[in-house]
């Protein structure tokens, strides 16, 4: 129990992350959601799911550790779903959610299956990332085409911002790409609907094409781009954690939440950087209680979720894809810096980077998959056609 209140600090730091969290890349997931079928109703639903499986199970956690737990939605995850193919049925679609969070629970449960993950070459998987954000960021300036003001504008804050708050830029661009939608009345009439938040539950359906093209790769990315970077986090600001438990939470959050429209909760990379910091509590002992502020005021936003879905429901097709695209430019620079910084795996890094933001479907199956079939071939390619290391000769 809470003996004394907490420093202001700490209510600071933990409210910037979750506004930072949920503002930063709500608009992406909006459009994933979009992207898969999903009706206002039921975007409503799994962004509230969202909010609401990270602020309980980001306090469970937190609780229990004794460490501030900062959990956030799979952003690269997002963009993933937004690139699918059309043709996925939403309750194929919740069960490759379900399946996704249940081969988290089993890497985090199952020790010989965590020491198999960490043999998936970084290369590929981050480059399947890269090329998944490709086509986000090459809309931003599509976009330009249509709205020049708009992309000028956010470009313009996005940069300066990088320079002198980089954390907040995305934060900032959001906030001055509404401000502008609003003075231009380029926002539609918002559709009714409920003004808190809700979910509302779909029965999964276990289909193969779904798992393959949306379950696997949404998994992998979610591990590599977002667990893996959150637990590097917690041990530089000092804490041990249990990643079997961590893993296996949060691919239990994501489970629970997938029938109602969650597609990830995983580690939080950045925001958690911000709420493990001295900045946040001088006592890393005393620490964790960011982790419960953080979660309170998840819980707030889960509230009000269906109306700011609505919100972006209502803005232009050009203003999110500018939003998203200045939102997913940081990641997909870490992405590619990621890929290539083998020199050995750069061949497989650049052809599953190819495949993958070709877009390509094939037998129903994504980029993101065949992204994945490429590189693994191109690995393998590599290992059997390598030239035998030479042999000492004798003087």
């Not at 231009?184 to 979910?199: F, P, Y």
């Amino acid at each position: 129990m809470l003996h004394r209140l907490p420093p202001i600090s700490a209510w600071s730091s933990a409210l910037i992350s979750a506004l930072i969290g949920f503002g930063g890349t709500v608009a992406l997931v909006v459009k994933a959601m979009t992207v898969l079928g999903a009706s206002a109703d039921q975007t409503g639903s799994a962004v509230t799911a969202l909010c609401f499986g990270i602020a309980v199970a980001g306090a469970l956690l937190t609780l229990r550790l004794r460490m501030p737990i900062v959990l956030a939605w799979s952003t690269p995850g997002a963009a993933l779903l937004a690139a699918m193919p059309p043709g996925f049925a939403w309750p194929a679609v919740i069960g490759a959610f379900v399946i996704s969070g249940t081969l988290m629970v089993a890497l985090g449960a199952v020790p010989a299956l965590g020491r198999l993950a960490a043999r998936i070459p970084a290369a590929v998987a981050t480059a399947m990332l890269a090329g998944v954000l490709l086509p986000f960021c090459l809309g931003l300036f599509r976009a330009a085409a249509i709205d020049p003001l708009m992309v000028g504008i956010a470009v313009a804050i996005f940069l300066v911002a990088r320079q002198r708050a980089p954390v907040h830029a995305t934060l900032l661009v959001l906030a001055a790409g509404i401000a502008l939608s609003i003075l231009r009345h380029d926002i539609a009439g918002l559709s009714s609907g409920a003004a808190l938040g809700q979910v509302t539950p779909t029965a999964p359906r276990f289909d193969l094409a779904a798992m393959m093209s949306i379950a696997l790769p949404l998994f992998l990315v979610t591990l590599v781009s977002q667990n893996l970077p959150g637990l590097v986090v917690l041990q530089t600001a000092g804490y041990e954690p249990r990643s079997g438990v961590l893993l296996a939470g949060t691919g239990l959050a994501s489970v629970l939440m997938a029938p109602f429209g969650a597609h990830a909760i995983n580690l939080a990379a950045i925001t958690a950087a911000i709420c493990t910091s001295s900045d946040a509590h001088s006592d890393p002992a005393r620490r964790w209680i960011v982790g419960i502020l953080y979660a309170g005021f998840y819980l707030v936003l889960g509230l009000f979720a269906p109306m700011l879905v609505r919100l972006f429901l209502a803005l232009p097709p050009s203003t999110i894809a500018t939003l998203t695209g200045v939102a997913l430019t940081p990641a997909l620079a870490g992405a590619l810096e990621a890929a290539l910084a083998q020199r050995e795996d750069r061949d497989a890094a650049i052809v599953t980077f190819l495949v993958t933001g070709s877009g390509m479907v094939l037998w129903g199956l994504g980029g993101a998959f065949w992204g994945l079939i490429a590189g693994f071939a191109a690995l393998g390619a590599k290992r059997l056609t390598r030239p035998p290391a030479p042999t000492g000769t004798r003087p």
